[in-house]
């Protein structure tokens, strides 16, 4: 089953989900994670864009045994953004548990038993933060219940806390005390469930470390190739050079003569479109160890037809992709005039600006492990982002039913969208089934370079039209870039209705006249989502010109956009747009565009930042706001030159309005993180392609920051509301951009137009 595409998820989770005693067969399920005490499953209701219900069963377990101890079950991947720890942490808030006696087990890939799994998006925590509460507190009301009925007192005389039962009179008891009672209590009726107020968590809005700090510093956690099988073998695979490369012939002979090297496999690829979940063209080597792989790959001679994109040159399309903007587009959201607003300009300003592709380049590459069985079966082990699709790719290129293969997850070493997508878990399935043991598929940094699912490169043009008192009347953004959608479809030559609405047809100001169009961009590499996705070039673009329209008008740049957002209310783009507005899969009822939010960071963010102060000689700073993933964020970013010239950053300021905070350790470190993701982006990352290839073998050319040249002192300041929680992986990466590049500006005269910055 292909997910849905992209970025967007359309499940919704309501207050309808309730949390039930599971059946014996749900018992014996996790019978390896608790042998007695209490055990509730949640069943998650959802409702789909259309309000269709969808129903997932079991999605959470959550277990309390005789010695106290609260087992609770983590269904999202962990990849650093803390997630494996914030949703226990909401069940385990509701329920008063003694946080230090939570143990938390990863769940293994099944959609019937977990529900979605798939870890991006930035919506885990928006998605579950009330199912799991009401886990939590269902639990709670049981625990209540069996304390009372032992003491004989009313339920109402009762609390937990600490992994305690107390009584207004003073006596407590602990939970693992109460299980063999609670396990026999009728389920209390969700609508009889009452959540707790929010001023009495202990764990919610608080900073929580994660759960696996202690085993990661110490070396003791488990990622990918920590995996290691009996009898089991390692291979690498000569992946094709260029997309929609076929093998013609390839010689063997002396990849066999090394010694640990056992088998040669040809993998068939998917061809063009190369797919999202289908491995590559190449040829594998199976060796007893990476060594003896690595060499074997090596003296691989291997006749390639190159097919259809062997001359193809990244740069020479993005200068085809930025001509074509300068012709009419196709329209994606009109309001009133632009033309006429052109006709009565005082003024137009038009600037262009290009981004290039980008790879995820996760510390980690991509690593999976599979033991393909001859009953038909195979268990994998992987740090994948989507467990199910991995599942259920595994399953259809094995030719078995997915509910045959066992997905294990384990940590990943950065994620960022790459390894949501399971080509190389789909690898080391067949691999497996050819060498008949268990393989793990090790990619190498240069495998990951050369053959990555890149963020699209893009080009830009916008108009802005200031008539004759000074005002922008007319704003006009043509915007082309490669659709993810083309790596599955060949024909997808327009960005789709969810790319534009992440940061760009959702333009919140107050101008007359707005045109924004599309023109087509055919996809010669497989493009995916990474960190932030369309937001990274719509927000580069369009918040740089911004503050050169401010600058043009002789405006301050934030007095400019607070004036640009009128009196505060809802947008909702209605009767302008001529497709879907996806609004991250949220209905707008539920999760209004807001322009008091994104007023409110602004403020808050030139109040902390002491915006208007006069700063030292050779500083300057540059601010920029952006709205992604429903959460809103302004950032002020101070740069400075080093005495080699570099552009250095000692410090940077984000105001975010996420709503409600469950982990502020976590939000803190996912925009401090989010700094040093998008700094790399402005100087220093860039993936091109000649003849069909990519030109970056490893870090050496495919450059990430260093140390000098990371944000220094980096200032998170969370506004405190009652909101929905949104999310925070995501969000801290665009309006970063554009403030650089606008601090950039002030410091050296060089308006950037291009990444990466070059002066």
């Known amino acids: ?76 991947s962990e990849m650093g953004t803390g997630i494996r720890t914030s949703l226990p942490m909401i069940v385990a808030d509701e329920l008063g548990a003694d946080w ?39 639990a709670r009301h049981m625990l209540l219940a069996a304390a009372a009925q032992k003491w004989g007192v009313e339920v109402s005389e009762c609390r937990t806390e600490n992994g305690q039962v107390i009584h207004s009179g003073g006596k407590k008891i602990k939970f693992g005390d109460l299980v063999e009672t609670a396990r026999e209590m009728e389920m209390p009726k969700a609508e009889n469930i009452t959540l707790k107020e929010f001023s009495s968590y202990k764990l919610i809005g608080k900073d929580v470390a994660i759960y696996d700090n ?40 002396k990849a066999l003569a090394i010694p640990g090297v056992n088998k040669v496999v040809k993998i068939e690829g998917a061809g063009i479109p190369p797919g999202l979940d289908k491995a590559l063209e190449g040829v594998a080597v199976i060796a007893d160890n990476t060594w003896a792989a690595i060499k074997g790959r090596d003296a691989l001679e291997i006749e390639w037809d190159l097919g259809p994109n062997q001359n193809y040159s990244s740069e020479r399309q993005l200068q085809e992709m930025l001509q074509s903007t300068r012709g009419n587009g196709k329209v994606r959201r009109e309001r009133g005039n632009f033309n006429a607003a052109m006709q009565q300009a005082g003024r137009v300003i038009e600037r262009t600006y290009l981004a290039p592709f980008y790879a995820h380049a996760t510390m980690e590459p991509p690593v999976a492990i599979a033991d393909y069985k001859g009953d038909g079966t195979c268990e994998v082990w992987a740090p994948t982002q989507h467990p199910q699709w991995a599942r259920q790719a595994v399953g259809q290129a094995l030719g078995i039913d997915y509910q045959n293969v066992k997905m294990n997850i384990t940590l990943l070493g950065g994620g960022f969208g790459r390894k949501s997508k399971p080509d190389f878990v789909v690898e080391a399935a067949l691999l497996s089934k050819a060498a008949k043991s268990p393989v793990r598929v090790q990619w190498t940094r240069e495998d990951d370079l050369h053959h990555d699912f890149y963020h699209a490169q893009s080009a830009q043009r916008i108009r802005a039209v200031l008539d004759k008192n000074g005002n922008l009347s007319g704003w006009n953004h043509h915007t082309v870039f490669p659709a993810i959608g083309a790596t599955g479809n060949a024909d997808e030559l327009h960005p789709s209705d969810g790319e534009l609405g992440l940061g760009c047809i959702d333009f ?63 947008l909702t783009f209605e009767g302008e747009l ?48 952006h709205k992604s993933f429903l959460t ?31 982990n502020t350790d976590r939000i803190r470190s996912q925009f401090e993180g989010g700094a040093q993701f ?61 403030a650089l590049c606008n601090a950039i500006y002030k410091l050296t005269g060089d308006r950037i137009y291009r990444l990466p910055y070059k002066g």
């Open 1 to 76: 089953m292909m997910p849905k595409l992209p970025f967007l998820k359309t499940k919704e989770p309501e207050n309808k989900s309730k949390v039930f005693v599971p059946s014996r067969r749900d018992f014996l399920k996790i019978g390896s994670l608790a042998t007695g005490g209490l055990i509730l499953g949640v069943n998650f209701q959802c409702s789909g864009p259309k309000g269709e219900t969808i129903t997932f069963a079991p999605n959470v377990y959550l277990s309390i045994d005789s010695d106290n101890l609260v087992t609770i079950i983590a269904h999202r």
């Open 100 to 138: 230090a006696k939570v143990k938390i087990v990863q769940a293994e890939g099944d959609e019937e038993k977990y529900g979605d799994q798939n870890t991006d998006g930035s919506y885990s925590v928006r998605m579950f933060y009330e199912p799991m509460r009401q886990a939590g507190a269902t």
């Open 508 to 570: 919140p100001y107050e101008v007359p006249h707005i045109r924004i169009e599309t023109h087509e961009s055919k996809a010669h590499t497989r493009i995916g989502w990474l960190r932030s996705v369309s937001n990274i070039h719509h927000s580069f673009a369009i918040n740089c010109m911004l503050d050169e329209v401010a600058e043009a008008k002789g405006s301050d740049p934030v007095d400019f956009l607070l004036s640009m957002l009128d009196a505060d209310k809802n």
């Open 578 to 625: 001529k497709g879907d507005f996806g609004n991250y899969g949220e209905p707008l009822d539920k999760f209004p565009w807001n322009t008091r939010r994104l007023r409110g960071v602004i403020e808050r963010v030139a109040k902390e930042a002491n915006w208007k102060q006069a700063l030292a000689s050779g500083k300057s700073i540059g601010f920029a706001v």
């Open 214 to 253: 202690l085993d990661i510093a110490m070396g003791k956690a488990t990622f990918g190739a920590d995996i290691d099988l009996p009898n089991m073998q390692i291979a690498v695979v000569k992946r094709s050079p260029v997309i929609g490369a076929k093998v013609i012939s390839y010689n063997d002979a």
């Open 678 to 738: 998008a700094t790399s982006l402005v100087l220093t990352s860039a993936i091109t392609f000649e003849n069909g290839k990519v030109q970056q073998n490893n870090y050496d050319g495919y450059q990430v920051i260093r140390m000098p040249q990371s944000p220094k002192k980096i200032h998170v300041h969370l506004v405190e509301n009652m909101e929905k929680p949104t999310g925070v992986g995501e969000p801290p990466v665009p309006p970063f951009i554009p």
């Open 632 to 662: 809103y964020v302004a950032c002020i970013v101070e740069v400075e030159r080093g005495s080699n010239g570099q552009i250095l950053i000692p410090e940077v300021h984000y105001a975010v309005d996420c709503g409600i905070g469950v």
